[in-house]
């Protein structure tokens, strides 16, 4: 039983922590994939005569995947520790299981052996029955020593089969806990290099302050003047969604109004629904039809036999829009096909200039030479136009949510544009030391968002 127990709760550990183990060396060769990754941007971005902050960014960013995959590293050797410790448990079950196993094996021969000696043979002890119960009795006894015997040899045999088995894993395992021993060394030693490298450039760039300070005042002036462009150009497309609202309500109360036969509300409503100027053909046919019953009606006392209007109520576009951005945060993909975010949301210290910070109202992600800017989700596109210092801007309306991709070389839409999922909108501006960045921004009508949390984590 207690064999058993051990062996329960040794293979209801191990396969939890199998599927954990694969879940960690996936998200280590992701992160190894992302050092490549960033080494590639290091090298287009790194110049042997003038040092920048994105290569600055580029060396944080090693440095941050190297500690994350040290971390995963060390949860894997606890993984795998806690395999072997479970498995010499196992392994100390069995050999427990397999000694008693033995005994009882030995303990059953010297019965048989005994009762051989005592009877003559088998055949004789059957046959000395006093009676046919007797015989029948001891012929069933003897039937079960056999089975009894042949059992125990079975579970001696399994039982060896997996002691071998359990010492191959075992062996496995500790080969697995030097490797993963030896890769954190190795993760330790480079994590060191990359940190002095990272000193180094510190050290150069804090010699460059002046021309650091003039860099940062120029880009403050550029994002200011990108956040003006966004803050009116929501406001203009905030207006437009109330107007929206307005004139499918008006058109709705007209409609109702007038099947009623109350024209003269739906001549009020109608006009309402005229003056936000979204489907003025609509609202004027629909109010001149109102106005020639509400006529007709006067003239004559009577209601005036006339088609029904159709009434139809369905949930704006821009509502459903909003209820399925809002579904997907943290599962957006996004606006990239490579890179990391060299510059994160929010106020933060300068990295290399004491006293001063930094305010970012999105993220900025350093990619590769040639990396395009892709739409994060479905939309419709309200805005392009060229900001000096941020090069060129988009933005995509998803109902109340609004994406914004800044510093584009050049763009592949235009104004009204409806934009697929991972569609193409521009290719990212190239410039001081071949350096690739997208400037990348998440709205909520008029209230800014950290679009960290609403992209895929890597």
């Known amino acids: 039983m207690k064999k058993v127990i051990i062996l329960f709760l040794a293979f209801i550990v191990t396969a939890a922590w199998a599927t954990d183990r694969k879940k960690l060396e996936r998200q280590r060769n992701a992160k190894l994939a992302e050092i490549r990754e960033t080494n590639r941007i290091l090298r287009q971005t790194r110049s042997k005569k003038n040092v920048t902050l994105k290569e600055l960014r580029s060396i944080n960013n090693l440095i941050k995947v190297r500690e994350e995959i040290l971390d995963g590293l060390a949860n894997e050797l606890t993984g795998v520790q806690k395999d072997e410790f479970l498995k010499q448990q196992q392994l100390k079950g069995i050999k427990i299981h397999l000694i008693n196993q033995k005994d009882k094996y030995a303990k059953s021969v010297a019965n048989t052996y005994r009762l051989k000696n005592s009877t003559g043979n088998n055949w004789h002890f059957i046959f000395s029955?006093?009676?046919?119960?007797?015989?029948?009795?001891r012929f069933r006894y003897l039937q079960k020593i056999t089975q009894y015997q042949k059992q125990i040899v079975l579970d001696i045999e399994n039982d060896k089969r997996e002691v071998e088995e359990g010492i191959?894993?075992?062996?496995?395992?500790?080969?697995?806990k030097e490797l993963i021993i030896g890769d954190k060394e190795t993760e330790k030693q480079k994590l060191e290099q990359d940190k002095q490298i990272q000193q180094?450039?510190?050290n150069v760039l804090a010699g460059k302050e002046k021309d650091?300070?003039?860099?940062?005042?120029?880009?403050?002036?550029?994002?200011?003047?990108?956040?003006?462009?966004?803050?009116?150009?929501?406001?203009?497309?905030?207006?437009?969604?109330?107007?929206?609202?307005?004139?499918?309500?008006?058109?709705?109360?007209?409609?109702?109004?007038f099947n009623k036969g109350d024209y003269e509300s739906a001549v009020t409503y109608y006009e309402k629904a005229l003056n936000q100027w979204v489907n003025t053909k609509t609202a004027r046919d629909k109010l001149n039809r109102a106005k020639a019953a509400l006529k007709k009606q006067k003239a004559t006392g009577a209601k005036p036999a006339v088609p029904k209007e159709k009434v139809i109520e369905t949930p704006s576009v821009d509502k459903v829009n909003t209820a399925n951005f809002l579904a997907n945060k943290g599962k957006l993909p996004w606006p990239t096909s490579n890179g990391f975010i060299s510059?994160?949301?929010?106020?933060?210290?300068?990295?290399?200039?004491?006293?001063?910070?930094?305010?970012?109202n999105g993220v900025n992600i350093l990619s590769t030479s040639g990396t395009v800017a892709r739409v994060v989700f479905p939309g419709t596109v309200v805005a392009v136009m060229e900001i000096p210092g941020m090069q060129?801007?988009?933005?995509?309306?998803?109902?109340?949510?609004?994406?914004?991709?800044?510093?584009?070389?050049?763009?592949?839409?235009?104004?009204?544009?409806?934009?697929?999922?991972?569609?193409?909108?521009?290719?990212?501006?190239?410039?001081?030391?071949?350096?690739?960045?997208?400037?990348?921004?998440?709205w909520h009508n008029q209230t800014k968002q950290n679009p960290a949390y609403w992209i895929i984590r890597k």
């Open 168 to 176: 191959v894993v075992l062996t496995g395992l500790k080969q697995e």
């Open 200 to 202: 180094k450039t510190v």
């Open 392 to 442: 060129n801007m988009v933005m995509v309306s998803h109902g109340d949510y609004f994406t914004v991709y800044a510093k584009l070389s050049n763009v592949f839409v235009k104004t009204g544009d409806k934009v697929t999922l991972k569609q193409s909108l521009g290719k990212i501006y190239t410039g001081e030391n071949n350096a690739t960045e997208l400037h990348f921004e998440l």
């Open 343 to 360: 510059e994160k949301y929010g106020t933060h210290a300068h990295p290399t200039i004491s006293g001063v910070s930094v305010n970012n």
């Open 212 to 257: 650091l300070r003039r860099k940062l005042k120029a880009q403050k002036a550029a994002k200011a003047k990108l956040d003006r462009e966004i803050e009116r150009l929501i406001r203009i497309e905030l207006e437009k969604a109330r107007k929206r609202k307005a004139y499918d309500k008006y058109i709705n109360l007209g409609d109702k109004s």
């Open 129 to 137: 029955s006093t009676s046919f119960n007797q015989l029948f009795q």
